[in-house]
């Protein structure tokens, strides 16, 4: 079966699997050595044969398959699919037909406990998420019982956020997908394999991005550039694919809200003095949130951007290299400002909280966004009071 009919008949198959409002689990993997069915069988289990490659004739099949309580999907290029409420589950399927010698089953132990959350088992994609901003929000996204995708070019990181992630022994699992924002090709592809590895998706959360201070004399046209394409471009990548997968699972339930969500920043809602390279995107990512809303709330499709204010203990703003306090002081950004203390201070003087912002807060604003059902297009400031709606 090609790659495309797979991409769109495993997010509707999830909806189709699904019980009552939860979506399904599924797990997509080629069986070595063409021995899926005969291990199928041998297990005593039930499945859905897909012998046919028009997309409508399949979901029909696949439609038949769920009043038969199918627990795999068998295609004809002996790839298997296994249906389950959770990824621990669906693991659990998959190692009954191919048990690993040097592994361990993934059925859960008597000592882990089920945590019900309006996250549980929910499938989130969050870019940037290895280290820093997105990393805190993959950390507390899992602990609400998310399954995660960390999309990220810093392979090392990602691949132990993963580990630490995983080692917690929840329903829930974590996946690295390496993932380049500004090449399309990077995000289409993590946009396929979250898909085979979760069976679809229910929120993208775009928080990749980079920071590059500078007024007009400093500022390089490739500097511009690159920034441009990871902070403004880059969001228009994860929201063209992410919405392919979204619209195949409101084919198959209509009723059913997904989200796509920007992590702008509170430079989207005001300029910024000598960082017009990086407000600039921001403000371009605020009107695309609002034009995809437009277009995608008919296919319960909720657009929301999110704006935190200034995130002062992570690396962007405390690495003492190239963080952006370091930054503002060679630009002279603050004036008066001899050391990175008082450039700090500067800074949260003008908080009416007294303290940066934190992961705290902008997960509370991913929540809020994920759980309604009726704001969409919105940028919300998560800022102390630094900025307010007008």
Not at 231 to 250: D, E, I, P, R
Not at 318 to 345: M, R
Request: hydrophobic content about 35%; some cysteine; charged content about 20%.
């Amino acid at each position: 079966m090609n790659k495309e009919l797979l991409r769109n008949i495993l997010p509707a198959a999830r909806m189709i699997f699904g019980k009552h409002t939860k979506p399904a689990i599924i797990t997509y993997q080629t069986a070595e050595n063409g021995n899926a069915e005969s291990a199928i069988q041998q297990v005593n289990s039930r499945y859905v044969k897909i012998i046919d490659e028009s997309e409508e004739k399949v979901l029909q099949q696949l439609r038949k398959a769920k009043t038969d309580q199918c627990e795999y999907i068998l295609f004809e290029n002996d790839g298997i699919a296994a249906i389950s409420d959770s990824k621990r589950g669906t693991d659990q399927l998959l190692y009954n037909l191919f048990p690993d010698p040097n592994g361990q089953s993934a059925q859960l132990t008597n000592n882990e406990t089920i945590i019900n959350t309006r996250m549980n088992d929910k499938i989130v994609i969050i870019t940037g998420g290895a280290q820093g901003f997105g990393g805190g929000i993959a950390r507390e996204l899992f602990a609400w019982g998310a399954n995660i995708v960390i999309a990220d070019l810093n392979e090392e990181k990602g691949m132990e956020m993963a580990e630490t992630l995983n080692m917690q022994g929840g329903r829930n699992k974590a996946v690295f997908v390496k993932t380049n924002v500004a090449d399309p090709v990077s995000v289409a592809s993590l946009i396929d394999q979250s898909v085979l590895y979760f069976g679809g998706l229910d929120a993208i959360i775009s928080n990749a991005g980079i920071l590059r201070a500078g007024g007009l004399d400093e500022m390089t046209p490739e500097t511009f550039d690159q920034m441009t394409k990871v902070n403004y471009t880059g969001f228009f990548y994860c929201a063209k694919y992410a919405s392919q997968v979204l619209k195949k699972q409101h084919t198959a339930n209509p009723d059913y809200y997904t989200d796509i969500i920007q992590i702008n920043s509170k430079s989207g809602l005001k300029g910024s003095n000598k960082n017009f390279a990086y407000a600039g995107g921001k403000f371009g990512g605020i009107g695309l949130t609002q034009s995809f809303a437009l277009e995608l709330m008919p296919y319960k499709i909720k657009v929301n951007a999110i704006c935190p204010g200034n995130f002062f203990d992570g690396p962007l703003w405390s690495d003492p290299e190239n963080g952006l306090f370091a930054q503002y002081l060679k630009t002279g950004k603050v004036p008066g400002a001899q050391s990175i203390d008082e450039v700090k201070k500067h800074y949260e003087s003008q908080v009416p909280a007294g303290r940066g912002c934190e992961v705290k807060d902008v997960v509370k604003a991913i929540l809020y966004a994920i759980d309604q059902e009726y704001e969409t297009g919105q940028a919300i400031p998560v800022t102390g009071g630094q900025n307010m709606l007008k």
